[in-house]
């Protein structure tokens, strides 16, 4: 049941561009790459680090607008330029002690399935790839870039019963 692997979860893993942004990447004349986020997730994320939810990226593609997200996040466990994510999801549990089976991974392509295929909660957004879409065990209504990790963040605090003291918390003083 996905009530009962939502209240599991200790840490909280992202793919970056399809779920964190739209998947565009906006390259300008010189070559910088420009990409957008979107702020409800970032409130998502940083419920989730107030709750004591690990939180941390695995993306196969690097670039700096992706780190100064992380930093202005608060986000410092992150794995990009990556090929192979299981590895990075070895690396993820060694560093903070935290089991696969209380990890979530939110992915949208090919090589977000291995990794997905290794934790306790597989989450795809909702225009993730068919492949990913059919080992998820949850599915976003929100599309990547577009609120699907703030769904995410909410679905975990809400099971875990935290959600109302983290909003009174945080946001009412």
């Not at 976003?140 to 699907?148: D, E, L, N, S």
């Not at 990790?149 to 918390?169: F, M, N, P, S, Y």
Request: hydrophobic share 45%; with cysteine; charged share 25%.
């Amino acid at each position: 049941m996905i009530e009962e692997r939502l209240k599991q979860i200790q840490m909280v893993l992202l793919d970056a561009d399809g779920v964190l942004t739209a998947g565009e990447i906006i390259y300008g004349d010189s070559g910088e790459q420009f990409k957008i986020f979107n702020s409800k997730d970032g409130v998502g994320i940083r419920m989730l680090k107030a709750a004591g939810i690990q939180v941390g990226i695995v993306t196969g593609r690097s670039g700096e607008a992706l780190r100064h997200r992380c930093a202005n996040l608060g986000i410092d466990l992150i794995f990009d330029g990556i090929r192979n994510k299981v590895q990075s999801l070895d690396q993820a549990l060694a560093r903070t002690g935290i089991a696969a089976a209380a990890t979530a991974f939110v992915g949208d392509d090919l090589p977000d399935l291995a990794i997905m295929e290794k934790v306790g909660l597989a989450v795809a957004v909702a225009d993730a790839h068919e492949s990913v879409l059919g080992v998820a065990h949850l599915v976003t209504r929100a599309k990547g870039g577009r609120g699907a990790v703030r769904e995410v963040c909410d679905a975990i605090l809400k099971a875990q019963g935290r959600w109302d003291e983290l909003v009174q918390k945080l946001f009412h003083g």
